[in-house]
C-alpha cells in the first residue's frame, strides 16, 4: 500500500488542523493505520492509531483530548484532526499502516512504529507561539 499525508502547515497557538492520509494499492480496510510525528533531534513518536474496524482508536498521551484520528473506509483515507495546537507539536507527521490478515484482530489497535508496515513521506506541522 502506497500512502501519501498532505494538511500540514504553519498555524499559530490554539488552531486546529487536519491532517489527510491517502492510501492506494490494497484494500484500505485490511490495514489498521496510525500517525506518528518526529520534531528534529527528537525520537519518533507515537500519535494516534485506529482499527480496520474503525471501532476502536487510541491517542498517546501528550495528544489524549485534543487530537482525534478517524477514518474513512469508502475514501480510503484516515485523519487526524489536530485542536488546540500548541509549540510543542511541532514536528514532521507520519502517516503509518500495518496490514491486518486475521478476523480477531480487526479491534486491535498497535502503538509501536516497529509495528507498522508501510509509511507515508511525511508532513510538516509548526505551530508558532
Known amino acids: 500500500v502506497q500512502l501519501q499525508a498532505s494538511g500540514g502547515g504553519l498555524v499559530q497557538a490554539g488552531d486546529s488542523l487536519r491532517l489527510s492520509c491517502a492510501a492506494s494499492?490494497?484494500?484500505?480496510?485490511?490495514?489498521?493505520m496510525a500517525w506518528f510525528r518526529q520534531a528534529p533531534g527528537k525520537e519518533r513518536e507515537f500519535v494516534a492509531a485506529i482499527s480496520t474496524s474503525n471501532s476502536m482508536t487510541l491517542s498517546g498521551d501528550s495528544v489524549k483530548g485534543r487530537f482525534t484520528i478517524s477514518r474513512d473506509n469508502a475514501k480510503n483515507t484516515v485523519y487526524l484532526l489536530m485542536n488546540s495546537l500548541k509549540p510543542e507539536d511541532t514536528a514532521a507527521y507520519y502517516c503509518a499502516a500495518r496490514l491486518v490478515t486475521m478476523y480477531f484482530q480487526r479491534e486491535s489497535i498497535w502503538w509501536s512504529g516497529q509495528d507498522y508496515d508501510y509509511w507515508g513521506q511525511g508532513t510538516q506541522v509548526t505551530v508558532s507561539s
Open positions: 494499492g490494497r484494500t484500505f480496510s485490511n490495514y489498521a
